[in-house]
């Protein structure tokens, strides 16, 4: 091979090797774009009435999923399914213990004395 030929072909491998460092570099600012945005998205919480971490843009109206009764030692007295671990009949949004709409009134697992209201 003469000189001007060595000489073009260098030419056109500092060309490629230019763009594929542009390529590298604009491919590394769109990774960290990514990144950035996934970490200000992912809000893990916990539900208050089946305890299992959810994430609030995954939250739909069949994520939760409870039993309406307590378990009779033998079934669920809401739906009849006989093993304990069985998911719940009741599907609703996962809530958080300090959801704005969340009433703290409300008796979780307390016994009321109807005679007490009387």
Known sequence: MNNTLLKEKV????AHIKRATSEIMALKKRIDKMKSNSYRT???KI???CHKEYNENANFNWSCR???SDFGGVMWWCCGR???????CKFSR???GNDPDHNNNEHHGEQ??????L
């Open 11 to 14: 030419i056109q491998n500092d």
């Open 42 to 44: 992912v809000d893990i």
């Open 47 to 49: 539900c208050r009435k």
């Open 66 to 68: 409870t039993h309406q």
């Open 82 to 88: 006989k093993n304990k671990e069985d998911p719940g």
């Open 94 to 96: 996962h809530e958080s």
């Open 112 to 117: 009321i004395n109807f005679d007490d209201l």
